[in-house]
């Protein structure tokens, strides 16, 4: 039911190696919600902030790391909300091009640019009585977050090139993994977008300070992917529970997710994934703990081209800033201490050779 107050669900004795049914933090997931696993202080914080906004009007703005599960969240505000019956429409500002998101976003007509050969639905439009989730919203051009901001305070949005307004009841959830306050400061972020956005933040915690929930969301993601497959139910032994508690979660819930789908398929016929069956990833560093950049250093004794050698480096550091942020260029720029332009200059010189995650 919309709005209905989530059962609670009791502390599992163990994982380790039992059969233990696994629930989210509801019951039941109405709509085919994604669902909330866990029983740390951190996810209760989150659903209790889910169930005060759950059925207002006012926008949301969630932050947390990259696979934390922030759409989760969205998804979760939508469905058990009164406007579950209405779109949900997801926009990945980070992931569209710049000349494009203008028009995806609002919508064009006919003849309003090269190439728009009919009129087209903005996902604004789309989500009319609805809710529309804008993830990687750090990641909109400052030109563009000037229109942005006068359809969130007038709930009208114009079609690109046309004059008809067209009047908005919607609900507007944004995301980020990026601190927008700190954008902000550093004149990155309009402040003024941000404040009509963060009227209600939600702050999603890092699965590394959830410690208690991976046990619960490592047999969910198990038996997630033993249905899918077709195959016998399986679990987790001692040892590989041990072995995920241990881990850091860089990537969060969404790393979990591939390790232990990983891990079904390696542990084949057998029932039981042991520790073994867990490929945990090493994760680059791009310092040492004194805090300086490590450098390998080799000068081979019959010389080197001094210009290949620095592009090679470039093209290892870029790499790996850009893998540890799972591609958000905005804060791969943050933690190599450039601007995202220049970031985003030494990108195209590097073209084909960048990682294809880069969004």
Not at 16 to 30: C, D, H, K, L
Not at 114 to 142: C, H, V, W
Not at 252 to 275: F, H, P
Not at 292 to 308: I, K
Request: proline content about 6%; glycine content about 10%; some cysteine.
């Amino acid at each position: 039911m919309p709005g209905a107050r989530p059962q609670l669900i009791p502390s599992p004795a163990s994982l380790q190696g039992e059969a233990s049914p696994v629930r989210s933090r509801w019951a039941e997931a109405p709509n085919g919600a994604p669902s909330l696993i866990g029983r740390s202080p951190g996810i209760d914080n989150v659903v209790s902030d889910i169930e005060l906004v759950v059925n207002r009007t006012c926008n949301v703005l969630i932050e947390g790391e990259t696979g934390t599960g922030k759409e989760v969240v969205a998804r979760s505000i939508h469905e058990r909300g009164g406007r579950s019956r209405g779109p949900w429409v997801a926009v990945n500002c980070g992931a569209i091009p710049e000349s494009l998101l203008e028009a995806e976003l609002f919508g064009h007509v006919r003849g309003a640019f090269t190439g728009a050969i009919q009129s087209r639905a903005g996902k604004f439009e789309l989500a009319n009585r609805g809710t529309i989730f804008l993830d990687e919203i750090a990641e909109m051009p400052y030109g563009l977050q000037a229109k942005l901001l006068r359809v969130l305070q007038e709930r009208e949005v114009e079609r690109l090139g046309g004059n008809e307004k067209l009047h908005l009841d919607i609900r507007v959830i944004a995301a980020t993994n990026a601190g927008l306050a700190d954008r902000v400061r550093r004149g990155l972020f309009r402040e003024d977008l941000f404040y009509r956005l963060n009227v209600f933040p939600i702050t999603v915690p890092p699965l590394r300070e959830r410690s208690e929930d991976i046990p619960l969301l490592a047999q969910y993601f198990l038996d997630k992917v033993c249905r899918i497959e077709g195959c016998a139910p399986k679990t987790l032994d001692t040892d590989a529970v041990h072995k995920l508690g241990a881990h850091n979660w860089p990537g969060n819930v969404r790393e979990l997710e591939n390790v232990i789908e990983s891990g079904a398929i390696i542990s084949g016929s057998r029932t039981v994934v042991t520790s073994g069956d867990l490929r945990l990833q090493v994760q680059p560093s791009l310092s040492s703990q004194s805090g300086s950049t490590t450098l390998a250093l080799h000068l081979p004794t019959e010389g080197l081209d001094f210009q290949a050698a620095v592009e090679e480096f470039e093209h290892r550091l870029l790499t790996h800033a850009l893998t540890r942020v799972r591609g958000n260029k905005t804060a791969a720029a943050e933690l190599l201490g450039l601007k995202r332009t220049t970031l985003a200059a030494k990108m195209r010189v590097l073209g084909s050779r960048m990682p294809q995650l880069v969004a």
